[in-house]
């Protein structure tokens, strides 16, 4: 006790007496080291002329955790040396866990931990402590904060947090070989004791491997282990704290560790001879057999590479790895006949594609083996003496002349006797027929070569023992051609001359076709017909080459003389019978300029202007078409408004009423007015009689004098004024054609009605029509149509 109050009067005096500040790392670290305490008050005050400093005195708390006893665990003691012991010092306690982990009485200042503290969860709580006077409330001291930090106790065990390991290393590794490291982690303090230091062990996997204690390294113990023998292992790690001392905690986990394949190993066959039994009949290239090397390595390792080792009947078989099973597929490279070679003997070598230089002192990587193949007799079809037959006929060939014979035999040991038939598949194949037992092939038709100049079809040949068994042949016939057709011009020509060629000119060269076709190759000559080669116009020119060049013979052509020559040429071929034609070439005589160029060929040129050429020609004729179009457009629009016009006048029955500033003349009036204009539809309304067609029973008496009052008229010519000075619709004009003077200067009078006293019914309109064509349109209003009194509207 008097050790404490030392040391706490020690730390008074350091502070000067006041109330003691937060720790500084430096001084935190001094106090951590010593042993828990608690805070006592320290005696005397200095003289009241000094000022009076904080009166705080403490040492950092230490509280256990795990703590399991029935009373809360005692943390310490705080005191302010204001306090005299007499109740006026209230002490209060705040920060972390305050009233809820810690608790302080108020009176002495003792605290205390109420409840069981886990310093995983957390290690230290900070606090703050004030002395308040307990009458007037107000702090004694500003507020000052201190730590309690949770003492550790080693109740955490190491955890592998990454465990279950999965490892592996090669197989044969030397001792010492690396094939994991494993991490145990203890949530003890790793600063305080040896709560936190853990050791590695293993409990199981011993003599196999080992771990290292402190960095927990695993190795291989034992040299060349063998996958082969044993391939997984599984390691039991355990890791304990407290240095692996007596009482420490302690964790385990499990390590799986594989033995990875190393080629160490070559592959063996299981048996030194192999019997194969392979029947004659088995086609190229098939699988006759397999045999197998074993090799105990895995993956990549246990690939194995096969090879016939040359000798006996090697030629005739290969052999392949299947890449899913490793066996060695012996296959067929060549037929097999029972009857030539009965057995093969060979060898076959199995080595492995990827070795491992490290075992080459285990031996070679290789085994061999031996393969014996009885061939089996078989009931075998026959068998043609050549693959493909090819004959020849000549074409007109007389029916059932024999052009060819195919042969086919039985091999087999008791020989059957062989019949022949054709494979029919179309028409083609009845040209020819075979006979059964011989196998003589004739002709059946007479053959054509410019129809057919090859035929091919099979022949089936099949055992009189066993029809069943049967092969087949391919049969060409080539038929030849014979000499009758004569050779023409291969192509029609059109040939001409120039007038102004010259004679030895070549004016065309010709080429001759025949459908014959001769084995040597055709060859043609050219030559005129006996007619022609005295006239000296033109000659033919022989290659000797299949081709003739057709040659003038004289100076200059006149167009206007002849304008066409017809020049026969004979050609014959070299073929026997030898065939010849004559061929007719028509040379047309042209316009030339001095190079020889074309111009002009057709005769109706020779009456052309000099100097105009057929494009001015052409221009001429385009002009002349455009301007007959535009008088054709001209005159179709003329007539279509002139039509449009009359129509107008003569189906218009609207009221117009038109001023004319001239008055009419009779005869002499030129302009014809439609008088349909002047009538009033409210007196057609009323009347029921329509005034735009004429009457049947009216009658009109020529030469009646003008009425004195125009009353009808003039009233009419004033209510359509009216309407249309109150119309808004109407137009923006009035027209107004007074009649009252018309027609005094024309010999018949006055034309219009409106004078007349007498009624519509007595007016009679077949005069108009003889007064010429001034008054056509009147005559066709009045005169044409027939008055029906049903139609009056």
Same mark, same amino acid.
């Given at each position: 006790?008097?050790?404490?109050?030392?040391?706490?009067?020690?730390?008074?005096?350091?502070?000067?007496?006041?109330?003691?500040?937060?720790?500084?790392?430096?001084?935190?670290?001094?106090?951590?080291?010593?042993?828990r305490e608690n805070v006592v008050p320290v005696p005397g005050r200095r003289s009241?002329?000094?000022?009076?400093?904080?009166?705080?005195?403490?040492?950092?708390?230490?509280?256990?955790?795990?703590?399991?006893?029935?009373?809360?665990?005692?943390?310490?003691?705080?005191?302010?040396?204001? $306090?005299?012991?007499?109740?006026?010092?209230?002490?209060?306690?705040?920060?972390?866990?305050?009233?809820?982990?810690?608790?302080?009485?108020?009176?002495?200042?003792?605290?205390?931990?109420?409840?069981?503290?886990?310093?995983?969860?957390?290690?230290?709580?900070?606090?703050?402590?004030?002395?308040?006077?307990?009458?007037?409330?107000? =702090?004694?001291?500003?507020?000052?904060?201190?730590?309690?930090?949770?003492?550790?106790?080693?109740?955490?065990?190491?955890?592998?947090?990454?465990? =279950?390991?999965?490892?592996?290393?090669?197989?044969?590794?030397?001792?010492?070989?690396?094939?994991?490291?494993?991490?145990?982690?203890?949530?003890?303090?790793?600063?305080?004791?040896?709560?936190?230091?853990?050791?590695?062990?293993?409990?199981?996997?011993?003599?196999?491997?080992?771990?290292?204690p402190k960095t927990g390294v695993i190795r291989t113990a034992l040299p060349n282990?063998?996958?082969?023998?044993?391939e997984q292992y599984q390691v039991l790690i355990q890791a304990k704290d407290m240095?692996?001392?007596?009482?420490?905690?302690?964790? !385990?986990?499990?390590?799986?560790? !594989?033995?990875?394949?190393?080629?160490?190993?070559?592959?063996?066959?299981?048996?030194?001879?192999?019997?194969?039994?392979?029947?004659?009949?088995?086609?190229?290239?098939?699988?006759?057999?397999?045999?197998?090397?074993?090799?105990?390595?895995?993956?990549?390792?246990? &690939?194995?590479?096969?090879?016939?080792?040359?000798?006996?009947?090697?030629?005739?078989?290969?052999?392949?790895?299947?890449?899913?099973?490793?066996?060695?597929?012996?296959?067929?490279?060549?037929?097999?006949?029972?009857?030539?070679?009965?057995?093969?003997?060979?060898?076959?070598?199995?080595?492995?594609?990827?070795?491992?230089?490290?075992?080459?002192?285990?031996?070679?990587?290789?085994?061999?083996?031996?393969?014996?193949?009885?061939?089996? $007799?078989?009931?075998?079809?026959?068998?043609?003496?050549?693959?493909?037959?090819?004959?020849?006929?000549?074409?007109?060939?007389?029916?059932? !002349?024999?052009?060819?014979?195919?042969?086919?035999?039985?091999?087999?040991?008791?020989?059957?006797?062989?019949?022949?038939?054709?494979?029919?598949?179309?028409?083609? $194949?009845?040209?020819?027929?075979?006979?059964?037992?011989?196998?003589?092939?004739?002709?059946?038709?007479?053959?054509?070569?410019?129809?057919?100049?090859?035929?091919?079809?099979?022949?089936?040949?099949?055992?009189?023992?066993?029809?069943?068994?049967?092969?087949?042949?391919?049969?060409?016939?080539?038929?030849?051609?014979?000499?009758?057709? =004569?050779?023409?011009?291969?192509?029609?020509?059109?040939?001409?001359?120039?007038?102004?060629?010259?004679?030895?000119?070549?004016?065309?060269?010709?080429?001759?076709?025949?459908?014959?076709?001769?084995?040597?190759?055709?060859?043609?000559?050219?030559?005129?017909?006996?007619?022609?080669?005295?006239?000296?116009?033109?000659?033919?020119?022989?290659?000797?080459?299949?081709?003739?060049?057709?040659?003038?013979?004289?100076?200059?052509?006149?167009?206007?003389?002849?304008?066409?020559?017809?020049?026969?040429?004979?050609?014959?071929?070299?073929?026997?019978?030898?065939?010849?034609? +004559?061929?007719?070439?028509?040379?047309?005589?042209?316009?030339?300029?001095?190079?020889?160029?074309?111009?002009?060929?057709?005769?109706?040129?020779?009456?052309?202007?000099?100097?105009?050429? +057929?494009?001015?020609?052409?221009?001429?004729?385009?002009?002349?078409?455009?301007?007959?179009?535009?008088?054709?457009?001209?005159?179709?629009?003329?007539?279509?408004?002139?039509?449009?016009?009359?129509?107008?006048?003569?189906?218009?029955?609207?009221?117009?009423?038109?001023?004319?500033?001239?008055?009419?003349?009779? &005869?002499?009036?030129?302009?014809?007015?439609?008088?349909?204009?002047?009538?009033?539809?409210?007196?057609?309304?009323?009347?029921?009689?329509?005034?735009?067609?004429?009457?049947?029973?009216?009658?009109?008496?020529?030469?009646?004098?003008?009425?004195?009052?125009?009353?009808?008229?003039?009233?009419?010519?004033?209510?359509?004024?009216?309407?249309?000075?109150?119309?808004?619709?109407?137009?923006?004009?009035?027209?107004?054609?007074?009649?009252?003077?018309?027609?005094?200067?024309?010999?018949?009078?006055?034309?219009?009605?409106?004078?007349?006293?007498?009624? &519509?019914?007595?007016?009679?309109?077949?005069?108009?029509?003889?007064?010429?064509?001034?008054?056509?349109?009147?005559?066709?209003?009045?005169?044409?149509?027939?008055?029906?009194?049903?139609?009056? +509207?």
């Open positions: 006790m008097l050790t404490r109050n030392c040391l706490s009067l020690l730390l008074w005096v350091l502070f000067d007496g006041g109330l003691l500040t937060p720790l500084h790392p430096q001084a935190q670290e001094i106090l951590e080291a010593q042993p009241s002329a000094q000022r009076v400093k904080r009166g705080w005195v403490w040492n950092q708390f230490f509280v256990l955790e795990e703590y399991m006893g029935s009373e809360p665990q005692y943390v310490g003691k705080l005191h302010s040396d204001l $306090d005299k012991g007499v109740g006026t010092v209230k002490y209060t306690l705040s920060g972390d866990g305050a009233g809820t982990v810690f608790t302080i009485d108020e009176t002495t200042g003792d605290i205390h931990a109420i409840r069981s503290l886990d310093r995983e969860e957390k290690p230290f709580y900070t606090l703050r402590a004030q002395a308040v006077d307990v009458d007037t409330k107000k =702090p004694l001291e500003p507020e000052s904060e201190f730590i309690i930090k949770v003492q550790d106790i080693n109740d955490n065990e190491p955890k592998f947090l990454d465990g =279950p390991y999965i490892a592996s290393v090669p197989e044969m590794s030397p001792v010492g070989a690396y094939v994991l490291q494993v991490k145990a982690t203890d949530a003890d303090d790793p600063t305080y004791g040896n709560s936190a230091r853990v050791v590695y062990s293993i409990l199981q996997g011993q003599p196999y491997f080992s771990i290292d282990m063998d996958r082969e023998v044993k240095g692996g001392q007596l009482g420490g905690l302690a964790g !385990t986990t499990t390590v799986n560790i !594989t033995l990875t394949d190393v080629n160490d190993n070559p592959p063996r066959f299981p048996k030194s001879i192999f019997h194969l039994k392979v029947p004659e009949t088995s086609h190229v290239g098939s699988a006759i057999g397999r045999i197998r090397a074993v090799d105990p390595d895995f993956g990549k390792n246990a &690939e194995i590479e096969y090879n016939i080792v040359p000798g006996d009947g090697g030629n005739l078989f290969d052999i392949t790895t299947d890449e899913y099973t490793q066996e060695g597929v012996i296959k067929l490279k060549k037929p097999l006949d029972f009857e030539t070679k009965k057995a093969y003997t060979f060898k076959v070598e199995a080595s492995n594609l990827h070795l491992d230089h490290r075992f080459h002192s285990v031996g070679p990587f290789k085994d061999t083996a031996t393969v014996k193949i009885n061939v089996l $007799d078989m009931d075998e079809p026959p068998v043609f003496s050549k693959p493909v037959y090819t004959m020849e006929v000549y074409e007109d060939t007389p029916v059932g !002349t024999i052009i060819g014979a195919v042969t086919a035999q039985d091999l087999d040991a008791g020989s059957s006797s062989v019949r022949y038939f054709m494979d029919w598949k179309n028409d083609v $194949d009845s040209y020819f027929t075979i006979d059964a037992t011989e196998g003589t092939i004739a002709t059946n038709e007479l053959l054509d070569r410019e129809s057919t100049a090859q035929y091919n079809f099979s022949i089936i040949a099949s055992k009189v023992s066993n029809p069943l068994l049967t092969s087949k042949v391919n049969v060409i016939i080539n038929v030849l051609d014979v000499n009758e057709f =004569p050779p023409e011009i291969s192509v029609p020509y059109e040939t001409s001359v120039c007038e102004n060629a010259k004679p030895g000119q070549v004016i065309q060269t010709i080429t001759a076709a025949d459908k014959d076709l001769s084995p040597a190759g055709q060859r043609f000559s050219f030559k005129l017909s006996s007619e022609a080669s005295n006239k000296p116009n033109f000659t033919v020119h022989d290659y000797r080459n299949n081709t003739a060049g057709i040659e003038t013979r004289r100076n200059g052509y006149s167009r206007r003389q002849q304008e066409l020559y017809f020049l026969p040429v004979v050609i014959e071929d070299s073929s026997y019978p030898v065939q010849s034609s +004559t061929n007719t070439l028509t040379i047309r005589v042209c316009r030339c300029d001095s190079d020889g160029t074309i111009q002009s060929c057709n005769v109706e040129a020779i009456f052309l202007p000099v100097g105009l050429s +057929t494009g001015a020609l052409i221009a001429i004729l385009l002009c002349i078409v455009i301007l007959l179009v535009i008088v054709v457009l001209y005159v179709a629009l003329r007539r279509q408004k002139k039509k449009d016009t009359l129509m107008t006048s003569k189906e218009d029955i609207r009221d117009n009423v038109i001023h004319y500033d001239d008055e009419g003349g009779g &005869e002499e009036d030129t302009q014809a007015f439609d008088i349909g204009a002047l009538r009033n539809p409210k007196v057609i309304e009323d009347n029921k009689i329509r005034r735009d067609i004429k009457p049947d029973t009216l009658r009109f008496t020529r030469h009646r004098p003008p009425a004195e009052d125009n009353t009808d008229i003039r009233d009419f010519i004033n209510q359509r004024l009216k309407e249309n000075d109150v119309d808004p619709s109407a137009p923006p004009y009035d027209s107004l054609a007074t009649y009252a003077y018309e027609g005094n200067g024309s010999v018949a009078e006055s034309l219009s009605s409106i004078d007349s006293l007498t009624t &519509e019914a007595d007016q009679d309109y077949d005069y108009l029509s003889d007064w010429g064509p001034r008054f056509k349109i009147l005559a066709d209003m009045f005169g044409e149509e027939s008055y029906n009194p049903d139609k009056v +509207t």
